[in-house]
């Protein structure tokens, strides 16, 4: 994710490769890292990171956090705005291991790699409305970006930040019923892929409810009610319902956690 958002911001002239500075534990990771943009400096730390920076950007799993908050705490000043995208983690907790309020929280997904993220961010308690701008400016340029008060993050971690993975069991099982009913592989992935991606353009840009969309596909008695039958039977619909439902369960259950 960091590695999205950083090429990102370069490839829309938020900054340039020379302006990030970061670090990883893990050497591997930190030089593919570098690989994003021109420029990019690595440091020896976390800390030497944060000392040099005016946008601190936590990039780190939810479990993790806390200990690299302990490790920054002491090298922030009052000049940084801190954004972090860890799933589950609130503000009051974020402003208690930081030892600041100057935070936003933010939960963007993973097609922020190609342009096409969809974002959300909540604002901590000492973030200015030109802070709220410059986040807004950041995450909209890798996809839509939503303000919202912080109950809604959850939500948000349930239904686009863990919503790619669905997308892909979606496709991945197009693709199946493609090769079960006789088609090659590559053509049946293919296909799927682009319906999909047709089909969300088309909610897009049209502004139409998915159902409208659904019914003028839907001819009386053909091909396509057939599918829809089946999905309905096989609860297609409530199994999404469910799966946003457990994924914001899930994000706050890590929310809780110390």
């Known amino acids: 994710m960091a590695a999205a958002l950083a090429r990102g911001f370069v490839a829309a002239g938020l900054c340039r490769g020379d302006q990030i500075l970061a670090y990883d534990p893990s050497p591997e990771a930190a030089q593919r890292f570098a690989g994003t943009a021109d420029g990019i400096e690595l440091q020896a730390s976390n800390r030497q990171s944060v000392e040099q920076a005016g946008i601190v950007l936590l990039a780190v799993k939810p479990q993790q956090l806390r200990v690299v908050a302990e490790e920054i ?10 954004v972090s995208i860890a799933a589950g983690v609130g503000l009051a907790k974020l402003t208690t291991w930081l030892g600041t309020e100057r935070l936003v929280r933010v939960m963007p997904n993973t097609p922020c790699l190609v342009g096409k993220g969809a974002s959300a961010f909540a604002l901590g308690p000492g973030a200015t409305e030109a802070d709220a701008a410059l986040v807004q400016q950041m995450m909209s340029s890798v996809g839509l970006a ?3 008060q912080e109950p809604y993050m959850d939500c948000v971690t349930g239904l686009s930040g863990s919503g790619p993975a669905y997308v892909y069991l979606l496709i991945e099982a197009l ?49 396509t009610i057939a599918g829809l039958q089946v999905l309905e039977e096989r609860g297609v619909r409530a199994a999404a319902m469910a799966a946003v439902m457990a994924a914001t369960e899930r994000s706050r259950e890590l929310g809780q956690a110390d």
Not at 177 to 194: E, Q, S, T
Not at 211 to 222: F, N, Q
């Open 73 to 82: 705490r002491g090298a922030l000043h009052e000049q940084q705005l801190v």
């Open 146 to 148: 939503f303000q919202v």
């Open 175 to 223: 693709a199946d019923g493609g090769v079960r009913a006789g088609m090659p592989r590559h053509m049946a992935l293919a296909l799927a892929a682009h319906t999909v991606r047709g089909a969300a353009e088309m909610v897009v840009s049209e502004q139409e409810h998915p159902a409208v969309l659904k019914d003028r596909v839907t001819s009386p008695g053909g091909t």
